[in-house]
């Protein structure tokens, strides 16, 4: 509209009614987000001629045209009216109806607040005018009252209980009035057989039978991961509250949904349509501060109990409680955080939300955006790295302060190190050796009911041997095997064997023979060829047979490595020969990924190569003149300059200077070390022990096979450790297996125990990956350990779906396109890394993501067919 050289706009000028001149109503200048509107500013300005009152005009620079006039089938100027050059923008969704005017109960630029009298709500504004302040007021005050009660009931519950536990005695001791006043009521009003006693007892036990139900429905509930999956549909549902900024026509239904959510879960409680007339007053700085400053204030709130729990000393008088209390602040703290955060994150960024036709902000179309420079600006930034930096910031701080990465780092190695133990024990003690271990029951500690055992058993191999002999003779026994074809076959089930049993000189009755060789129920799938070549191993001088002594070696060393692990060690309490077999085992698998023909050294030719390289080892350890020749190099002003001998030396000059500056691991030391003159020649290594036995080995090893001392030598690298490193060393091991797909470990997720509490047990140190669950568990015991960072992922996910997607191409089906990109990417890495503890948590959380790529996918095509001209 044009007057006098003005351009002027009644449905802008709703905010100078309270304004001074020349404040801005449209199109404001200076540095905001969207730094440059589609048009020129408009001012609060006075035209009588137009209203009473100010009017959001500005100084046309448009050519004044006269409008032709028809009257009498004569054309006519008239010179009265003047116009200027129309302007068209797009409404808000469902705001605007036919003939360019405004529906919903509308006015406004856009149509984009309420007329006078009504209140903006999730679904629009309010179908009917409100009432006045001064019935609404009461109303308002209730409403305030009950909410106030309500949430200072909860606080209570959920915060102070640990702190004030003689609130409990309290309310049980006004429950037990009540109790008794009705009864005396019910004493009075009734007589005859009417027992008091009774009708208490029922009330009583109907309460009890309602909170055993709560508690095991609760315990089914926690047992199945409820709350976990509450989170994933929690998340959904706030990012699809979200979609109504993308300006499109969903279906009417959708949309519902979506007012509903972003009323609900969006904590925008004062667009409720219930009460929405109860605070269509409040402008939009007072609903900004509202809820920016709230949270602090229930921050405030949730932190007087720590406060009172140090003023009653509970750190000192009761740590249980004490710590009960800190855990509910943080599991609460946590909370809140997780559900306040996108209405957060929305509602301190909605000041940066303009619409770039008008300058308003879409928000609140009464209110002109403020600039970044301006206090409102300034208020709005802060908070911003307050909540929708902040809260993510401070959730992923506060884990690791509390210590999650050191738990999480011993999850994880006690799980590569059980992985390795078990294919340790596989490869380290043979079946047979596990069965001749269990040959004798628990009597390390009895030599002589040891020897009783283990006696009878080397009786019963007397027996099956069938010569009458004293001795094993191992290559009648495989005979016996081969002879029988039952090498393959378990010793209970072998008839030819206990007929020759039965054969024996002995002359044991068929029946005894039987019994004989089903008493032995432990060596069950163990064959005489597997038990000869046991009993070889231990054949110490090599004549073919095994005495009882040479039995009884062989059992205590299957014993010992049978239980060098019983299964439930933890990689921190390992000892030094349990750290020291795992690193010096020799026969740990390798993947070795075959080179390629390329050069000499590879492919088949690096093949050969190491054929001839080992027939030459075996020639050189085989010759008698190379051996008689290495025996002389050990004698006294030998000749020590062979490579094997020099490393020798130098490893124990090593350790003798380790032992002399007291660095050597103390089960590695020897005795007499203060007169440390090592004596290389002596005839046997009985004499020292600790290192010092172990170069004698070495050099025995160098005689009769110069090929293994470089191993040896690795060995005794290993054993002069610290504790720490071998267990360091433990790890890196662990992990090579795992690198190179020997060993794998399942998922691991995380494990709450139900700790002992009372009288007895309140204060009790608690373990510290239980101590962390008890206070952060809800933000990370939805994933697997190793990604329990994830929670920030997903809240970065809820910050650009719900707050920064706002700001990219607002309107327009690019807006849409960059949203069904952000949920297709976050989707592609739950796919990859499927970082949740659970198939089903797993599976739920990328439905819900397809269901939202999905969603903006058929957006993105309503809003191309609006957009083409056919459309």
């Not at 309270?18 to 500013?41: M, Y």
């Not at 000041?351 to 902000?361: K, M, Q, S």
């Not at 049993?501 to 799938?525: D, F, K, L, N």
């Not at 997720?749 to 007895?760: A, D, F, L, P």
């Amino acid at each position: 509209q044009l007057l006098g050289g003005y351009e002027y706009l009644h449905a802008a000028s709703d905010m100078c009614q309270e304004a001074q001149e020349g404040v801005e109503c449209l199109f404001p200048v200076g540095f905001h987000v969207l730094q440059k509107w589609s048009d020129a500013p408009m001012h609060c300005t006075r035209l009588p001629e137009v209203s009473t009152g100010l009017v959001c005009a500005r100084p046309s620079n448009n050519t004044l045209q006269r409008r032709t006039a028809f009257a009498n089938g004569r054309a006519f100027q008239d010179p009265t009216l003047d116009v200027g050059i129309a302007r068209i923008y797009r409404c808000m969704p469902g705001a605007c109806d036919s003939n360019n005017s405004c529906g919903q109960n509308r006015t406004g630029p856009l149509c984009g607040f309420c007329s006078p009298g009504y209140a903006m709500t999730t679904q629009g504004c309010s179908r009917s005018v409100c009432a006045s302040q001064r019935e609404l007021t009461p109303m308002r005050m209730t409403l305030i009252i009950c909410t106030s009660v309500c949430v200072l009931v909860l606080w209570f519950i959920m915060s102070w209980r640990p702190v004030v536990p003689e609130v409990d005695d309290v309310i049980a001791r006004i429950l037990s009035s009540v109790s008794g006043i009705g009864c005396a009521y019910l004493l009075h009003r009734y007589t005859g057989n009417f027992r008091c006693t009774g009708v208490i007892e029922t009330i009583v036990g109907g309460f009890k039978w309602i909170l055993s139900k709560i508690k095991a429905c609760s315990a089914f509930l926690y047992k199945h991961r409820f709350q976990q999956f509450g989170k994933v549909y929690l998340s959904f549902f706030q990012i699809l509250g979200s979609f109504g900024m993308f300006g499109i026509e969903w279906p009417p239904l959708f949309t519902s949904t979506i007012n509903w959510l972003k009323g609900t879960l969006g904590f925008d409680l004062m667009k409720l349509p219930s009460v929405s007339c109860l605070w269509h007053a409040v402008n939009f700085q007072t609903y900004l501060h509202t809820y920016t400053l709230a949270p602090l204030v229930l921050i405030a709130m949730l932190a007087l109990p720590l406060l009172a729990a140090w003023y009653r000393g509970l750190h000192v008088t009761a740590l249980g409680r004490n710590r009960e209390t800190y855990d509910r602040f943080w599991t609460n703290l946590m909370f809140s955080f997780f559900i306040l955060y996108p209405a957060l994150s929305i509602s301190t960024m909605s000041v940066f939300n303009c619409n770039p036709n008008v300058g308003r902000l879409r928000e609140d179309y009464r209110v002109v955006c403020p600039h970044l420079t301006s206090g409102t600006g300034v208020y709005s930034i802060i908070f911003f790295f307050i909540y929708p930096i902040g809260i993510p910031l401070c959730m992923h701080l506060a884990l690791r302060f509390a210590g999650i990465i050191c738990v999480t780092k011993k999850k994880v190695e006690k799980a590569q190190f059980h992985a390795a133990r078990g294919l340790f024990m596989k490869l380290y003690v043979t079946t047979e050796m596990h069965r001749f271990a269990r040959l004798v029951g628990n009597v390390d500690d009895n030599e002589e009911e040891f020897l009783r055992q283990a006696k009878e058993e080397f009786g019963r191999l007397l027996v099956v041997q069938g010569d009458g002999g004293d001795e094993l003779d191992l290559e009648k026994m495989r005979n016996i095997a081969r002879e029988d074809q039952t090498a393959t076959k378990d010793l209970p089930t072998l008839e030819p064997t206990i007929a020759k049993i039965a054969r024996s000189p002995c002359m044991i009755p068929m029946a005894s023979a039987r019994m004989e060789v089903e008493s032995q129920a432990h060596m069950v799938a163990t064959t005489y060829l597997s038990i000869v070549n046991s009993l070889q191993l231990f054949d110490a001088n090599g004549d073919g047979k095994t005495n009882f002594p040479e039995f009884c070696t062989m059992i205590k060393e299957a014993r010992s490595k049978a239980n060098l692990f019983t299964g439930t060690e933890d990689l921190d309490i390992l000892n030094e020969k349990q750290l020291q077999e795992l690193l010096i085992f020799h026969a740990w698998p390798t993947n070795h990924r075959g080179p390629g023909d390329l050069v000499d050294r590879e492919g088949m030719g690096g093949l050969v190569e190491i054929v001839n390289k080992l027939k030459k080892d075996e020639n050189y350890e085989n010759d008698p003149e190379e051996r008689a020749a290495r025996t002389m190099a050990l004698a006294p002003g030998g000749d020590r300059s062979d490579p094997e001998l020099v490393k020798i030396d130098a490893v124990a000059q090593y350790m003798e200077e380790r032992e002399k500056s007291g660095h050597l691991c103390e089960s590695y030391t020897s005795l007499g070390h203060k007169h440390s003159q090592l004596n290389r020649m002596s005839s046997g290594v009985g004499s020292v022990v600790g290192w010092q036995a172990d170069i004698k080995k070495a050099e025995a090893l160098y005689v009769e096979s110069p090929a293994e001392v470089d191993a040896f030598l690795e060995k005794m690298s290993i054993k002069e450790l610290p504790k720490d490193q071998k267990r360091m060393r433990v790890i890196q091991l662990a992990r090579r297996l795992i690198r190179d797909d020997i060993i794998v470990i399942p998922p691991q997720i995380w494990h709450s125990t139900k700790c002992t509490t009372g009288n007895g047990g309140e204060d009790m140190e608690l373990p510290e990956d239980q101590r962390i669950m008890n206070r952060f568990g809800f933000i990370f015991v939805a994933y697997r350990v190793e990604w329990w960072w994830w929670e920030s992922v997903e809240m970065l996910r809820k910050l650009l779906m719900t707050s920064i997607l706002i700001f990219i191409m607002p309107g327009t089906p690019g807006q849409l396109f960059t949203g069904a990109m952000i949920a297709f990417v976050f989707l592609i890495l739950n796919l990859h890394i499927r970082p949740f503890c659970t198939a089903g948590l797993n599976s739920l959380s990328i439905i819900s993501l397809i269901a939202q790529f999905l969603t903006l996918f058929i957006g993105l095509n309503i809003a191309l067919l609006n957009a083409s001209p056919s459309g």
